[in-house]
């Protein structure tokens, strides 16, 4: 399996905008396909956006389409989420995960496989 590495959470206020990270290792992301979650403190864990292994496509939760970016950039091993006019709902822990058994953008946990160890993101308003 691959190893994930978040990075780039903190604390912002309303209205900023954050970039996060993930790195792999142990294998190449070329044939894996990419996604962000979210949790929030008593919610389940949810899909916020996911990309194809080429980077040809993307799917975003209604809750950040429009505002968050998803790409890749499969020569440095890494995915990335822009993330603009953050609001006080997008603040969780951001999970980056990712398969190479399916093609297909999943929207559920049960789909990937691999996952990082999360990155804290706080939206204070």
Known sequence: QVQLVESGGGLVQA????RL???????TLSNYVMAWFRQAPGKEREFVAGISAGGTVRRYSTSVKGRFTISRDN?????YVQMNSLKPEDTAVYYCAGTDQTFIIGLDVDNYDSWGQGTQVTVSS
């Open 75 to 79: 020569a440095k091993n890494t995915v």
């Open 21 to 27: 990270s993930c790195a792999a290792s142990g294998r």
């Open 15 to 18: 209205g900023d905008s954050l």
